[in-house]
């Protein structure tokens, strides 16, 4: 397909897409094209709302009156408002600290729910703070850390293994795991399996509960748009609601926080899982955000998001790929999660040039260009004119 019969498909298929009215949802500035939503999502008018009102009304005029009339109810809240989009049970969900502490918990509750044994299985291509936390968990614990690239997980499970751990879809490729063998995997050897969905939670469907994971962690700065530094979210399975422990135990994880016991007993449930103080404004941001996701189904997202990033597969390995880029995500669509990188010898200057016309993408090394694209905002004329400044490019 030629550039000027795309933009003309293009506008068609803007012209018929069911979730066209989501874009007005948010406040992206006038002139710029945004594929980053993978690593920050756009401000919505919710948050700027929410925030707006937490400073003015519940923090200026109520004070500390707000704690109880609605700030301590928000971890709980919130994380019921992202339970529907990862398949997640009311009540099995709190939101929380970041993505790397709710790992470190999360992983510390699992390898003390399976004593005895003596490793943890890691994807070796997780993103790195993943691993990280693994090997820190593993070394407190006595365990050896088995990382291995995500094809040989499944035949590194064995009796010993404690724990497996992997990120639904990769942060550089997109590539989507395969998480019911992989999680089959690790329980049909009595290993408990931890999901992050830290590129999954607001763009790819997952169901936590029919998959039965164990654990599962997720930000919510990338596709839920909570805003920078937004809090991250924990799941615990029902079954491991009321026996779960980790090293993090504080006063919110408490059973009675303002009872001010000295001796540390759980709160029932997935609230266990909270440590210290809940970072409101952050949480009210991300609150905010959410509403976007609102009468919305995730098999109406994916179904976008597939024809967003087809359309720009297809763009590039005609216009692209004769230039010099490589195709460093699936083709196949249903293996792809919501972005497309792209590799080039000259990535990072290409990226930077980019921005400076206002055109938002990420480098990440050694040489890909990652180009996020979010059914909530992105166009497909957005694909058609990313493709063509990339086109244009030396
Ligand atoms: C973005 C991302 C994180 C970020 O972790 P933080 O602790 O929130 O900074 C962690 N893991 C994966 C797989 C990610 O993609």
Redesign the pocket.
Known sequence: MRIDEARDRARELDGADPLADRRGLFDIPEGTLYFDGNSLGPLTHRSRETLTRALEHEWRVRLIRSWNEDWLAMPARIGDAIAPLIGAAPGTVIVCD????NLQKALSAAVTLRPGRRTIVVDVD??P??IYIAASVAERHGLELVAVPADEMVSRIGPDTAVVTA?HVD?RSARILDAATITAAAHAAGALMVW?L??TAGAVPIDLAGLDADFAVG?GY?YLNGGPGAP?FIYAAPRHLDVASHPLQGWWGHAEPFAFEVDYRPAPGIARFLTGTANVLSMKALEGALEAFAGLSMDAVRAKSTALTGLFVDLAEEHLVPRGFRLASPREAALRGSHVALGHPGGRALVDTLATRDVIADFRPPDLLRFGFSALYNRFSDVVALVDLLAESP
Not at 98 to 101: A, C, P, Q, R, Y
Request: glycine fraction near 0%; include cysteine.
């Open positions: 970041n993505t790397s502490i997780n993103f703070t993943d990120t942060y992050d830290a590129h930000c990338k991250a």
